[in-house]
């Protein structure tokens, strides 16, 4: 999906870098920018890129430029979608509350899952298929980690961090995330134990929360109702297809609401649940389809087909074809 969401610059991010002695006008220069969005930081995704990578650049070293940037940014600098989980209650209702309301504050999504023992945190982006810069990525992820922290006044430790691309001193960032980093991986992805998710917050200030909460979930569901649930919905089903079904109380959940408000606003613009699945699905085979590095048996799993006699029964009806003669088609036409 292309992206043409704006995203505001928190004023923190210019505070943190000029502690660091980063000019924030060397940066904009950097980044290729007019020197305005320092003080009209509202910006397009690849700007918004632009800007960390420049950040990356000026510090040379992304480990190094991701541990001083968290440690110097301020709860003062705040945005009050982030001060709405500083003050949550404790670290799950923070981690909760940060994955709801990124969505203020595209173009990270965050993906929480608790297990029996550990809590996995994976990072992926909203309305876009570039993937954010490194620093970014590592800034993210260390947040999380260093909401933690500040909230409960313990110097907590991940359990395992991965990262898809290099970070740098890797030995730096494993002593500031306390666990392994392994380099490399098919997601970015933070692993904390499942324990310190019920540890309270020394920071919790209901007074505050009971003021920030409406006004937050006002401006998050005016800002969903701005943009086609469909096209948000199939972002959602084509992040979560791999190995398995995307049902709609899954859907439902990371869009912050109920099924049944799903079911009705997807009515309203004509289409159903069951209907975008079979669509994202299409799509999501012709692609990988007429990439021959897939064997069918991958294609079939990557699009939540269990078995492949399943997805060649799909494929027939939509294409009216066997998806191995179909590829031999398509590929024949584009050489």
């Not at 098919?186 to 003021?211: A, K, Q, T």
């Amino acid at each position: 999906m292309k992206s043409h969401t704006r995203i505001k610059i928190p004023a923190g991010f210019w505070a943190g870098i000029h502690q660091l002695g980063i000019a924030p006008n060397d940066v904009a220069r950097k980044a290729r920018l007019p020197l305005t969005i320092i003080t009209d930081p509202v910006v397009t995704t690849d700007q918004y890129f632009a800007i960390w990578q420049a950040y990356s650049d000026l510090i040379n070293d992304t480990a190094e430029g991701i541990i001083k940037l968290t440690n110097v940014f301020e709860p003062a600098h705040y945005p009050p979608a982030v001060l709405a989980t500083y003050h949550a209650r404790d670290y799950r209702d923070a981690l909760k509350r940060m994955a709801r309301y990124k969505q203020l504050c595209p173009p990270e999504s965050l993906r929480i899952n608790e297990g029996d023992e550990y809590c996995t945190i994976e990072l992926d982006w909203l309305y876009t298929e570039q993937p954010g810069p490194p620093m970014l990525v590592g800034i993210t992820l260390a947040f999380l980690l260093e909401l933690g922290r500040r909230g409960t006044g313990k110097q907590l430790k991940a359990r395992f961090v991965e990262f898809s691309h290099s970070m740098g001193d890797i030995q730096a960032l494993e002593a500031y995330f306390g666990c392994h980093i392994h380099i490399g991986a098919n997601c970015n992805r933070l692993m904390l134990h499942r324990g310190d998710l019920d540890l309270p917050f020394v920071s919790y200030n209901e007074e505050l929360l009971e003021i920030l909460t409406p006004v937050l979930d006002k401006s998050l569901d005016e800002k969903q109702r701005s943009r086609s649930i469909t096209e948000m919905v199939k972002w959602i089903m084509k992040r979560g297809l791999t190995g398995g079904r995307p049902d709609i109380q899954t859907v439902a959940s990371e869009l912050g609401m109920s099924d049944r408000t799903l079911q009705r606003r997807l009515t309203e613009e004509g289409t159903s649940f069951k209907h975008l699945l079979t669509q994202v699905r299409h799509e999501l085979a012709r692609e990988y389809l007429a990439d021959p590095s897939f064997d069918i048996k991958e294609v079939a799993f990557m699009i939540g087909y269990e078995d492949q006699n399943s997805f060649y029964r799909a494929f027939r009806s939509w294409e009216g074809d066997t998806p191995s003669n179909w590829r031999t088609e398509h590929l024949g036409k584009t050489r």
